[in-house]
C-alpha cells in the first residue's frame, strides 16, 4: 500500500511562492487570518485526511455504494468522517461570516478538498454538494430558505445536491421536463424523475435538500423556461419536524469507479406530491445553477488532480522500491552478475513519472490560479471585479478539463510503471484508472466543455478576455526571461500564445459565414491545444519562482526542489509543448472529415 | 446491450483484397483449401461466437475466475465452448497434417480468433496458450513428448500454459532462479514459482502442461542458462492415468479486467517433486520460447484489436439511437422546438467515432499483414523464407503495441460518446475499457517493445531490413498514386518513410558513442511514431484498393462501403499522421531530461 498521497511541500509553493495567495490577507474580506492560521488549517484537513480518508479509500471501492429496499447504504466510515468534516467547517468554509460561514479564500479551501481528494475521492464531493446546494440557496434563496436549511446542511446533518440530468435529456437541459405546478400557498408541486444525482440518498443524513431544476407549467421552451426549487426529501414542519417529501430512491447506477460515491435515480411526486420552493425568481433557474456549475467545474478538476497525484505517489513509491532488470552498458548489453537495479533508474520509468508529475503540478497549479481569481473577484469591486470574473470564466472550463484528460494520461502510466502488478486488485493503481476515468464526463463533457471555450470563452467580449489573459501570460514571460536559464521557455510560449490566435484566426471564417458546426467541429483538439499551452504558462511560473528562490535563498525548501520544478518545467516543454505546432495544424487542416453524411451508413 | 462486435464485411475485403490472401491457396502448403471452404470456416466461428461466445461477455466479468481450496474455477459456460474450440480445431489450426494439424494460413486462423476475441476476450486465450504450447513441443519436443501431449492438448482435455514470469524478476528473463535438477531418468526435477500465468488452472481441464523456463543446475548466469521443460500437473502413466506431479495453485492474481481469463500464480516442487522433461537442447530455452512469444505477441495485439472492435460498435449502435440536443443552426443557436438528433450527428461524436473506425481498421489491417508474412515464410524456401522472416521481426513489436495503445484510445473515446452512460455497468463500454487496459502489458510492456523495436528491430542487418519494409511501403504508395484522389496521400507517407530515417540518423550517434541509454530513452515515442505510420501504411493499402474496386465495379460491397474506406483513410491521414512530424522532433530534441540523476529526489 502507498503511504503518499500529495506533496504538501509543493502545494504550499504554488499557494505561498507562485500563486502569493498570502497576499489576499491584507484585504477587508480575510483580514481575519493570518498565514500561521491558513497553515494550520490545511495541517489539520491533512490529519483528518491521513487518518479518516486515506486508509479507506480500497475498502470504498471493494464496498460499493448499494442500493436496498429503496434506499442506498454506503460504507460506515462516512458517519465519523461526514460529521467531521461538517464540524471542521468544510461546508461553509467560503461562506461569509454573517452567514455563519469561515470566509476563507477560495485557494485555501480548494487546497484542502486537493488535499482530501488525493486521499480519498469518494468521500469530498459529498461536502462539495452541501456546499454547492447551500451556496445557491444562500445567493439566491429567500432568508426563510437560508434559514431552513443553511444550519443543518454547514453541519452535514442534512445532505445537498444538484439535480439537473433527466433521462430523456442528458446533457441537453433545454429538454428537461420535470415540471412544477404551483399550489395554493405559493409552493409548487415537482414531479420527474432525475438521474446521475450525486450523493443522492446514503444512511447517514437525517435529510436530502436538493436543488431541481423544473420547469413551471406554460412556461417558455428550452432553457429559458426552467427555474430552481429547493425539494428536500423530508419536508420540514414548524417545529422541525420531517416528514417524508414523496421523493423516492429508484436506484443506484453501479459505476466502473468512484464506487462509495454514490449516484443515485431519484423521482419526484412518488406516490403523493414532491412540494418545492421556489428559489429566487421565476424562470431564473439555469443562471443561478451556473453559478453553482462553475464552482463544480473547478471542484470537478480539482478532483481529478487529486485522483492523479495519488496515483503518482503510488507508482513513485513503487519505482524506487522494485529492482529489476540492470542499466544499460556502454555496449548496450547488460551485466548479468550485477545486481538488479531499481526500476526508478530505467529511463522510460523515469519519463512515465516526471510526465506524471508534470501533469499533476501543473494541474494542482491551474487549481490554484482558477481559486486565486475566485478570491480576487470577492475581494475587489468595479472593474476589476469583472476583469477578474471574466479571466475566471475564460479559465473554468480548461480547469475542468485539463486535469480529467491528462489525469487519465498520468494515471494510465502510473499503471504502467507497475506493469502487470499495475492491473491487479493488489495495488490501488488500476483503482485510480477507474475512479479518474468519471472526471471527462461530470460537470460537462469534454466535448461540451471544449464548444464552451471554443464557442464562447474565446470569444467572450469579442475576443477581448482572451487579450487580457495573453497580456498575464506576456507579463509572467517577462519575468522569465530575466533569467537566462528560462529565457528560451518564455520565447516558446509567447510563440504558442501566438499559435492559439493564430488557430482562431483560421476558424473564424466559418463562424463568420454560418457555418458553425464547422467553426466548432475540432473544439475537442482545440481544448487540448489551448488547456496544454495554459499548463506551458503555469509550468513557466512555477521555474520562475522557483529560480528566484535558488538565487535569493530566500525559499524554505531545499534546493534540489526548486531544481526538481525548473526540470520538470523542462520535461514538459519538450515532451508537452512539443505537441502544440503538429496540433494547431490538424486544427486548421480544412478537410470536413467529421460534417460530411457519406460515411455514415458504414461507420 | 450490444449486437455487434465486428464487422465481417471488413474483415473479407482485408482478407480477399487489401491482403490476397487467397493467393496462398495455390501453394503446396494450403492447396488443400479453396476461397469457400475458408469462408465457411470464418462462418462457423463467427456462428460459436454469436451463439456460445458474445452473450456471455458481460457475466465473465461479473462472475470472475476465483480461487477457493487450492484451486481456481471460472464460468460455467467454458466447459462447453472450451470442447467445442477442441473440436473445431482452434488449437491445432496452423500445424501440418502430418502432426494432426489442420495445416492452415495463420491468415486465416488469426481471423478466426480475432472473431472470437471481439466477441468475448476472455475465451479464446485458453485456446490460444494450448496452441502455443503445444506448438513448442512440436516444434522443439521429441517424438515421444509430441505423442504423450498433443493429442489430448489438441481438443482441449488438457490445457497448455507458458510460465516465464517470477516473481523477484518480472520482465527481466535473465533472473528467474526455478531450477532444474538432473533426476536419474533423464528428468528433472523443477523447482519454483511462477507468477502471472494466463489460463494457469480450472475446472474443466484434466491436465495442464505448464511450459516451464528453469534453469539447470550449474548453468550460466543470465538468459544463456535457461532451459526449456515440459512441466505436466499431473504426470501421466504408460496405462495413461495421471498422478499428481506437485504443480500447486498458490493463487489467482484478482484484475481489473479480462477476469474470467485466469492467471495464476504456481508452485513448482510444492509438498513433493514436480517432475519436468527437456525440450530440446539445454540451454536453448529462451531461443525457443520466443518463437512462441512472437506468436504470442502478435496474439495479443490481435485481443487488443478485438476489444477494441467490440467497443467501437457498442458505442456505433448507441450513437446510432440515442437521441440528445439539436443541431446548430447557421446563426450557433439551437431550435429547442426542433426533434432532438442522434448523436451520431454532432460532429464530435462523429469525429470519436471516426478516430475508432481509423483505429480498429488499421489493427485489422496490421494483423492480417503480419499474419500473411508468417504465411508467406512458411510456404517460400531459402532467400524468400528469410526476407518475410525478418520483415515479420521487424513488424512484430509494432504489431504487438499499436493494438494496446491506440485499441486504449479507442475505446476511451468509446466510453466518451455514451457519456454518462458509458461509466455504469448498464453498458459494456466500461468493461472493455478495464479489459483492453491488459494488452500493454502482456507479452512484454509497451516499454518493453519499444526497446526490441529500436534497439533491435530497426537495426536488424544494420537496417537492411527497415530498407525492405520502406521499399514494400513504397510499392504501395506508388500503386496508389495512379489515383489523382489518394497520390496526396501517398506523398505524405513517403515524407513520413523519410522521417523514421532521419529520426533514426539523428539518434544513431548516441548509440555509435556508446550512450546507449540515451539511445533508447525515447523508444516509447519512437514506437508511437513509427506505428502510426506503418498504420497509414495499411490505410493507404485499403484506400488503393477501395478505389480500384470502385473503378472497376469488380468488389462484392456497395459504393458506400468503399467510400467509407477511402474517407476513414482521409481522416486517419488529418488526425493522426497529423501528430508524426511533432513527435520526431519531440524525439530529436537534444535535452537529456530523464537520464539525469538530479530531481530523482524530488521526483
Given at each position: 500500500m502507498a503511504t503518499q498521497?500529495?506533496?504538501?511541500?509543493?502545494?504550499?509553493?504554488?499557494?505561498?511562492?507562485?500563486?502569493?495567495?498570502?497576499?489576499?490577507?491584507?484585504?477587508?474580506?480575510?483580514?481575519?487570518?493570518?498565514?500561521?492560521?491558513?497553515?494550520?488549517?490545511?495541517?489539520?484537513?491533512?490529519?483528518?485526511?491521513?487518518?479518516?480518508?486515506?486508509?479507506?479509500?480500497?475498502?470504498?471501492?471493494?464496498?460499493?455504494?448499494?442500493?436496498k429496499d429503496g434506499r442506498i447504504s454506503i460504507h460506515p466510515q462516512?458517519?465519523?468522517?461526514?460529521?467531521?468534516?461538517?464540524?471542521?467547517?468544510?461546508?461553509?468554509?467560503?461562506?461569509?461570516?454573517?452567514?455563519?460561514?469561515?470566509?476563507?479564500?477560495?485557494?485555501?479551501?480548494?487546497?484542502?478538498?486537493l488535499i482530501m481528494e488525493a486521499a480519498n475521492n469518494h468521500i469530498p464531493g459529498y461536502f462539495g454538494l452541501a456546499a454547492g446546494a447551500a451556496n445557491l440557496i444562500r445567493v439566491f434563496g429567500s432568508q426563510e430558505l437560508k434559514d431552513t436549511y443553511l444550519p443543518k446542511m454547514s453541519t452535514m446533518e442534512w445532505a445537498g445536491t444538484m439535480c439537473l440530468t433527466e433521462p430523456q435529456a442528458g446533457s441537453s437541459l433545454s429538454d428537461i421536463v420535470t415540471s412544477a405546478e404551483p399550489r395554493e400557498d405559493g409552493t409548487y408541486k415537482i414531479e420527474g424523475q432525475k438521474i446521475f444525482i450525486s450523493g443522492g440518498d446514503h444512511q447517514f443524513a437525517d435529510n436530502f435538500i436538493h436543488l431541481v431544476l423544473a420547469r413551471i407549467k406554460g412556461a417558455p421552451a428550452g432553457t429559458k423556461g426552467i427555474s430552481l426549487f429547493v425539494v428536500p426529501r423530508s419536508a420540514i414542519g414548524a417545529d422541525g419536524s420531517l416528514t417524508y417529501n414523496h421523493v423516492s430512491t429508484l436506484?443506484?447506477?453501479?459505476?466502473?469507479?468512484?464506487?462509495?460515491?454514490?449516484?443515485?435515480?431519484?423521482?419526484?411526486?412518488?406516490?403523493?406530491?414532491?412540494?418545492?420552493?421556489?428559489?429566487?425568481?421565476?424562470?431564473?433557474?439555469?443562471?443561478?445553477?451556473?453559478?453553482?456549475?462553475?464552482?463544480?467545474?473547478?471542484?470537478?478538476?480539482?478532483?481529478?488532480?487529486?485522483?492523479?497525484?495519488?496515483?503518482?505517489?503510488?507508482?513513485?513509491?513503487?519505482?524506487k522500491e522494485r529492482?529489476?532488470?540492470?542499466?544499460?552498458?556502454?555496449?548496450?548489453?547488460?551485466?548479468?552478475?550485477?545486481?538488479?537495479?531499481?526500476?526508478?533508474?530505467?529511463?522510460?520509468?523515469?519519463?512515465?513519472?516526471?510526465?506524471?508529475?508534470?501533469?499533476?503540478?501543473a494541474c494542482m497549479s491551474?487549481?490554484?490560479?482558477?481559486?486565486?481569481?475566485?478570491?480576487?473577484?470577492?475581494?475587489?469591486?468595479?472593474?476589476?471585479?469583472?476583469?477578474?470574473?471574466?479571466?475566471?470564466?475564460?479559465?473554468?472550463?480548461?480547469?475542468?478539463?485539463?486535469p480529467a484528460e491528462k489525469g487519465k494520461e498520468a494515471i494510465d502510466n502510473g499503471v504502467q510503471v507497475l506493469g502487470g502488478y499495475g492491473y491487479t486488485t493488489d495495488f490501488i493503481l488500476q483503482q485510480y484508472y477507474r475512479d479518474v476515468r468519471i472526471i471527462s464526463i461530470y460537470e460537462g463533457t469534454t466535448g461540451i466543455q471544449s464548444l464552451d471555450l471554443l464557442g464562447r470563452k474565446a470569444m467572450l467580449k469579442n475576443g477581448a478576455v482572451l487579450q487580457e489573459l495573453a497580456k498575464v501570460i506576456q507579463g509572467n514571460i517577462a519575468d522569465a526571461s530575466k533569467y537566462d536559464e528560462l529565457r528560451p521557455y518564455g520565447k516558446t510560449l509567447a510563440m504558442n500564445l501566438?499559435?492559439?490566435?493564430?488557430?482562431?484566426?483560421?476558424?473564424?471564417?466559418?463562424?463568420?459565414?454560418?457555418?458553425?458546426?464547422?467553426?466548432?467541429?475540432?473544439?475537442?483538439?482545440?481544448?487540448?491545444?489551448?488547456?496544454?499551452?495554459?499548463?506551458?504558462?503555469?509550468?513557466?511560473?512555477?521555474?520562475?519562482?522557483?529560480?528566484e528562490l535558488l538565487i535569493t535563498g530566500k525559499g524554505t525548501a531545499s534546493e534540489a526542489f526548486y531544481e526538481s520544478k525548473i526540470h520538470t518545467m523542462k520535461f514538459f516543454y519538450k515532451y508537452e509543448m512539443g505537441r502544440t505546432r503538429g496540433l494547431a495544424k490538424i486544427i486548421q487542416d480544412q478537410q470536413d472529415l467529421?460534417?460530411?453524411?457519406?460515411?455514415?451508413?458504414?461507420?
Open positions: 498521497y500529495i506533496d504538501m511541500e509543493t502545494l504550499r509553493f504554488l499557494l505561498y511562492d507562485v500563486h502569493e495567495v498570502d497576499q489576499l490577507l491584507s484585504t477587508d474580506r480575510f483580514k481575519n487570518y493570518d498565514k500561521e492560521a491558513l497553515d494550520m488549517l490545511l495541517d489539520s484537513v491533512k490529519e483528518l485526511s491521513d487518518k479518516e480518508m486515506f486508509p479507506y479509500i480500497k475498502e470504498m471501492d471493494e464496498q460499493p455504494a448499494v442500493f462516512f458517519e465519523k468522517v461526514l460529521k467531521m468534516g461538517g464540524e471542521m467547517g468544510l461546508v461553509n468554509a467560503i461562506f461569509d461570516e454573517e452567514d455563519g460561514g469561515m470566509q476563507l479564500p477560495a485557494s485555501i479551501t480548494n487546497a484542502a478538498y436506484g443506484e447506477f453501479n459505476k466502473m469507479g468512484q464506487k462509495s460515491y454514490c449516484t443515485t435515480h431519484l423521482g419526484f411526486s412518488d406516490g403523493g406530491d414532491s412540494v418545492g420552493w421556489l428559489v429566487g425568481e421565476p424562470n431564473q433557474g439555469l443562471r443561478y445553477m451556473f453559478q453553482m456549475m462553475n464552482e463544480a467545474r473547478i471542484a470537478t478538476g480539482r478532483m481529478g488532480t487529486g485522483i492523479a497525484s495519488a496515483a503518482y505517489h503510488a507508482s513513485l513509491e513503487y519505482a529492482p529489476q532488470g540492470r542499466r544499460l552498458g556502454s555496449d548496450g548489453s547488460k551485466d548479468v552478475n550485477e545486481e538488479q537495479t531499481l526500476i526508478i533508474n530505467h529511463p522510460d520509468v523515469k519519463r512515465m513519472l516526471l510526465l506524471q508529475k508534470a501533469f499533476v503540478e491551474l487549481i490554484t490560479e482558477a481559486s486565486n481569481f475566485v478570491d480576487k473577484e470577492s475581494t475587489t469591486d468595479g472593474d476589476q471585479k469583472e476583469y477578474y470574473h471574466y479571466l475566471l470564466e475564460l479559465l473554468t472550463p480548461i480547469v475542468k478539463t485539463y501566438g499559435l492559439i490566435q493564430e488557430v482562431i484566426g483560421s476558424l473564424m471564417p466559418y463562424a463568420m459565414k454560418g457555418d458553425h458546426q464547422r467553426f466548432l467541429a475540432d473544439a475537442t483538439l482545440f481544448m487540448d491545444l489551448f488547456s496544454t499551452i495554459i499548463a506551458g504558462w503555469q509550468w513557466l511560473k512555477m521555474a520562475t519562482k522557483a529560480k467529421t460534417l460530411a453524411d457519406a460515411p455514415v451508413e458504414y461507420l
